[in-house]
């Protein structure tokens, strides 16, 4: 069974403030990724690696940044923590082509930055 | 501008019968799409996915048709339990590697099958 974990169930911020949000995979999966989820919209990406120190933007990046040093470990970073950043961020892995197209998906962070 | 879209922002259904979720999509070079399944605090779990290649895919109780014409997918589950409430997100995906691997999905449908 894939199994994707995240650092933190909940995490309350205050605006300005740095924050880490951890993903760690124990699959091997070259592909990680970075959504948050709002009601009515949806889960919308925010940025995805498919490998060591290899990143890209996904739909939504401005305000966010990520790290991914280890292929197993994918960190978002909110540089300075705004009031709509409040909201659900899920990690998810994939394999590389070939293995199928299904995301795995972590059990989520319920960020509020007050 | 949604490229995947549900317009039922909730369905409720009674336990036994047909649960029938419905998704369109604009963008023609998306040629897979999957369902994945949300309940609260959790993060999504795959549920069933459909090749372009096909119409239909089934897995037990649950089956996705696609019509590529309509540009429109559907999941039907037969038959809806109490446990199948929760909401319901359509994914689409171009599989070209330009487009990388990313995954377009919708804005969910919350689904409530009743005792």
């Known amino acids: 069974d894939v199994k994707v974990t995240q650092s933190s169930r909940y995490l309350v911020k205050r605006t300005g403030e740095k924050v880490f949000l951890e993903c760690v995979q124990d699959?091997?999966?070259?592909?990680m990724f970075w959504y948050r989820q709002d009601p009515g919209l949806g889960l919308r990406l925010i940025y995805f690696?498919?490998?060591?120190?290899?990143?890209e933007k996904g739909d939504i990046p401005e305000g966010y940044s990520v790290s991914r040093e280890k292929k197993e470990r994918f960190s978002l970073i909110l540089e300075s923590a705004s009031t709509n950043q409040t909201s659900m961020y899920l990690c998810?892995?994939?394999?590389?082509?070939?293995?199928?197209?299904?995301?795995?998906f972590g059990p989520g962070t319920r960020l509020t930055v007050t | 501008d949604q490229q995947v879209k549900q317009n039922s922002p909730s369905l409720s259904v009674q336990e036994g019968r047909i649960s029938i979720l419905n998704c369109d999509y604009t963008n023609s070079m998306f040629d897979y799409f999957l369902w994945y399944k949300k309940y609260p605090a959790e993060g999504p779990t795959f549920l069933i996915s459909i090749s372009s290649i096909k119409d239909k895919n089934e897995d037990g109780r649950f089956t996705v048709f696609l019509n590529k014409s309509a540009k429109h997918l559907s999941l039907h589950i037969v038959p809806s339990q109490p446990g199948d409430s929760a909401v319901y997100f359509c994914a689409a995906s171009a599989t070209i590697k330009a487009a990388g691997n990313k995954l377009t999905f919708g804005g969910g449908t919350r689904v409530l099958v009743k005792p």
């Open positions: 998810a892995s994939r394999g590389r082509e070939g293995w199928g197209y299904e995301q795995y």
């Open positions: 699959m091997d999966h070259e592909n």
């Open positions: 690696s498919y490998d060591v120190k290899m990143k």
